[in-house]
């Protein structure tokens, strides 16, 4: 029965005893924990700005990206519009040495026409592989210029030559 009713002693002392808990942890122990608390609080809010940042980056990343697919798409128009005039120029001048030829001799004109309309298709066909060439060497290099890229291209690779 005496765990019911407790002596004043005893009452005094766990009051001193939870007194000197309560100022040493007061004075020691919730400075630390509020502390602790504050730096974790800071840190999520770091990362979330952080998150943020990267996100708007990306963002840019690809509308840069995809202002130069465009800006390579039209130079890449261009450039067929010009070898298409090219074509038309060079064509036509076939056909005009052609017809002066075939007034001359119509079996040495039919040779020399097809012979120069192979090169001139030849020549069209080295020019535009070479323009995209050009092309295709300045969209890698520009793509590939940095080491995460050039990382994520030897990844995939690898992983292609792992599932094959």
Same mark, same amino acid.
């Given at each position: 029965?005496?765990?019911?009713?407790?002596?004043?002693?005893?009452?005094?002392?766990?009051?001193?005893?939870?007194?000197?808990?309560?100022?040493?942890?007061?004075?020691?122990?919730?400075?630390? #924990? /509020?502390?602790?608390?504050?730096?974790? *609080?800071?840190?999520?809010? +770091?990362?979330?700005? =952080? %998150? !943020?940042?990267?996100?708007?980056?990306?963002?840019?990343?690809?509308?840069?990206?995809?202002?130069?697919?465009?800006?390579?798409?039209?130079?890449?128009?261009?450039?067929?519009?010009?070898?298409?005039?090219?074509?038309?120029? #060079? /064509?036509?001048?076939?056909?005009?040495? *052609?017809?002066?030829?075939? +007034?001359?001799?119509? =079996? %040495? !004109?039919?040779?020399?026409?097809?012979?120069?309309?192979?090169?001139?298709?030849?020549?069209?066909?080295?020019?535009?592989?070479?323009?995209?060439?050009?092309?295709?060497?300045?969209?890698?290099?520009?793509?590939?210029?940095?080491?995460?890229?050039?990382?994520?291209?030897?990844?995939?690779?690898?992983?292609?030559?792992?599932?094959?």
């Amino acid at each position: 029965m005496e765990l019911f009713t407790p002596d004043l002693g005893l009452v005094f002392w766990m009051f001193i005893a939870f007194l000197v808990v309560f100022l040493v942890l007061g004075k020691w122990g919730w400075p630390v #924990i /509020i502390k602790n608390m504050n730096q974790r *609080a800071d840190t999520i809010d +770091k990362g979330i700005e =952080d %998150a !943020a940042e990267a996100k708007r980056q990306l963002e840019g990343a690809r509308e840069e990206a995809r202002k130069y697919m465009e800006e390579a798409q039209q130079k890449q128009a261009e450039m067929l519009r010009e070898a298409a005039k090219m074509k038309s120029q #060079i /064509i036509e001048e076939a056909k005009v040495e *052609a017809a002066a030829e075939a +007034k001359k001799v119509m =079996d %040495a !004109a039919k040779v020399s026409i097809e012979q120069q309309r192979k090169e001139a298709e030849l020549q069209f066909k080295n020019e535009v592989s070479r323009f995209s060439l050009e092309i295709a060497e300045k969209m890698v290099r520009k793509e590939m210029a940095t080491d995460k890229a050039q990382t994520e291209l030897v990844d995939k690779l690898i992983g292609e030559i792992d599932r094959n």
